[in-house]
Nanobody
Framework: QVQLVESGGGLVQPGGYLKLSCAAF????????VVWFRQAPGKDREGLAC????????LYADSVANRFTISRDGAENTVYLQVNDLKPEDTAVYYC???????????????????WGRGTQVTVST
């Protein structure tokens, strides 16, 4: 069993930045990829980025590739999402999830997810 805990969200002005964290607790030995999603009120869930845990491979959604950066720490138990140049339309709950597939391919669909975190709220407003 694995528990994922997100943190780092908050209220930020347009143009600002945040670094979101996803800490994993429990049986993380399989090393499967971790994904960041977001969901805004009234909108579909959106897959943002995926990172492999055994090597430094990453995939990004085209909509955020030039502003968001996914990374992980050396122990591979925490995955980060650096979100820069925030816009009001980035307001959403941001979730991390661990896949039950060993690859990132298809991550944006939200399928093949073994564990979800509870999310952290990001609000971009003046």
């Amino acid at each position: 069993q694995v528990q994922l805990v997100e943190s780092g969200g908050g209220l930020v002005q347009p143009g600002g930045y945040l670094k979101l964290s996803c800490a994993a607790f429990g049986d993380t030995a399989d090393g499967y990829p971790v994904v960041w999603f977001r969901q805004a009120p009234g909108k579909d869930r959106e897959g943002l980025a995926c990172i492999y845990r055994r090597y430094n491979g990453k995939l990004y959604a085209d909509s955020v590739a030039n502003r968001f950066t996914i990374s992980r720490d050396g122990a591979e138990n925490t995955v980060y999402l650096q979100v820069n140049d925030l816009k009001p339309e980035d307001t959403a709950v941001y979730y991390c999830a661990r896949r039950k597939s060993p690859v990132c391919a298809g991550y944006a669909s939200g399928d093949e997810i073994a564990y979800w975190g509870r999310g952290t709220q990001v609000t971009v407003s003046t």
